[in-house]
């Protein structure tokens, strides 16, 4: 079945120690996407990628990175993972960007922060 | 900034009762999705209506936008003990990310 897959489902880092977090798929869609979720709240989008393009939200901090090396992989690097980063990180794709497209999600990476 | 909130935050029901929940909006929208999440678990697309659209049906789900009140409404009926999750409506204009709500959680029990 064609789907997003997010590697590992849970991650324990230290405080500033930097951590990788992956995700990939096999629906060969355009966009892939990164949010972050804190208990009992709403997805925050970070970033997307259309393609190669990096398209960053405003607000979303310095001390996280993604790259795309490829259609089918994205990973999201946090420099210096703080006490206020943990949360679930969720992966998505979608076919474009477009506003009538659906979104693909993967079931996430629960990072905790020691 | 959020677009959409749901409401009510939480719901508890028995099942074969129905279910609905709410979302408000405060802009001008192309179209609007609700989503599901099960504890733990990613979120899963479940339908999407269009702003031209007053009312969309997929099995047991069926959900009305109304543009002139900026509101949605997802009404699952006869529910069932697998419906519990916590459920999202999502917006977003041309070209702009999507905003999801806060959610609402609903409980089924049997």
């Known amino acids: 079945d064609a789907m997003v897959i997010q590697n590992p489902r849970y991650q324990v880092t230290q405080f500033g120690k930097p951590v990788t977090l992956s995700c990939s798929q096999t629906?060969?869609?355009?966009?892939m996407y990164w949010y972050q979720q804190k208990s009992s709240q709403a997805p925050k989008l970070l970033f997307h990628y259309y393609d190669k393009d990096f398209n960053n939200e405003a607000d979303t901090p310095d001390n996280f990175q993604s790259r795309r090396p490829n259609t089918s992989f994205c990973f999201l690097d946090i420099r210096s993972p703080g006490l206020g980063d943990a949360a679930m990180y969720l992966c998505a794709t979608s076919r474009e960007t477009t506003a009538d497209q659906p979104q693909h999600f993967g079931d996430g990476t629960r990072l905790s922060i020691l | 900034s959020q677009q959409g909130e749901e409401d009510p935050q939480a719901l508890s029901i028995q099942e074969g009762e129905n279910a609905t929940m709410n979302c408000s909006y405060k802009t001008s929208i192309n179209n609007l999705q609700w989503y599901r999440q099960n504890s733990g678990r990613g979120l899963v697309h479940l339908i999407l209506i269009r702003s031209n659209e007053r009312e969309k049906h997929s099995g047991r789900l069926r959900v009305t936008l109304d543009t002139s009140k900026k509101s949605s409404s997802l009404l699952i009926t006869a529910s069932r003990a697998a419906d519990t999750a916590s459920y999202f409506c999502a917006t977003n204009q041309a070209g702009t990310a999507l905003i999801f709500g806060k959610g609402t959680t609903l409980s089924v029990s049997s």
């Open positions: 629906l060969n869609h355009n966009v």
